[in-house]
Nanobody
Framework: QVQLVESGGGLVQPGGSLRLSCTAS????????MNWYRQAPGKGRELVAG???????NYADSVKGRFTISRDNAKNTVYLQMNSLKPEDTAVYYC??????????????WGQGTQVTVSS
């Protein structure tokens, strides 16, 4: 019943910018870590950025200095601001979150993914 819905993907030229959003809904008690992953065709899924409920942030080395992750706890939303985009950033981007729905049990949830294509 918990759902993560993503938006903001699309086609952009090299050097351009996009902002991805992901909002969680449903019988949510608490949201702990929120993350962005990506998967290029024929490749494995990799962690791009993550942010804890306390604000601790981690980035993949390939995106440091170009991408910024943030969250709005009141809106149950995580964002990924992507600047100076490169063709190698082309992938399906997935939102992920560790969420409690009661009884102290934490589970991971995933969005459906949104396509980001960087091409001239």
């Amino acid at each position: 019943q918990v759902q993560l819905v993503e938006s903001g993907g699309g086609l952009v030229q090299p050097g351009g910018s996009l902002r991805l959003s992901c909002t969680a809904s449903g019988p949510i008690s608490s949201i702990y870590g929120m993350n962005w992953y990506r998967q290029a065709p024929g490749k494995g899924r990799e962690l791009v950025a993550g942010i804890s409920s306390g604000g601790s942030i981690n980035y993949a080395d390939s995106v440091k200095g170009r991408f910024t992750i943030s969250r709005d706890n009141a809106k149950n939303t995580v964002y990924l601001q992507m600047n100076s985009l490169k063709p190698e950033d082309t992938a399906v981007y997935y939102c992920n979150a560790l969420i409690s729905t009661g009884r102290g049990i934490r589970q991971e949830y995933w969005g459906q993914g949104t396509q980001v294509t960087v091409s001239s």
